[in-house]
């Protein structure tokens, strides 16, 4: 067990905790976002095969909400954030 605690993948998290909020939520969105698309896909798979079979929907669905909220959310937290500055007219 204690080799595992000292793999990288932990010490990755030990950092991630440790990490200021924006340098977290970027580190966040650069693990999750690359995976929410292949999830979407995922889960609509399931959704489909549940149709086809005449299963319930309330799980498939629910689960593709999530990723898709969860896909949205991060979409716009790597967003870059400029500040906003009025244009400067031209006199002439």
């Known amino acids: 067990m204690a080799g595992s605690v000292r793999s ?8 991630l905790i440790q990490a200021k909020c924006a340098a977290r939520r970027r580190l966040v969105a650069l693990v999750v976002l690359p995976a ?8 609509h798979g399931l959704l489909v095969a549940a149709v086809q079979n005449g299963d319930p929907l309330a799980g498939p669905l629910a689960a593709m909400g999530v990723v898709f909220v969860l896909l949205q959310a991060l979409g716009r937290c790597t967003t870059p954030c400029r500040p906003t500055r009025p244009r400067r007219r031209r006199r002439g």
């Open 36 to 43: 929410c698309p292949a999830a979407f896909d995922g889960h």
């Open 8 to 15: 990288a993948e932990w010490r990755f998290f030990a950092v």
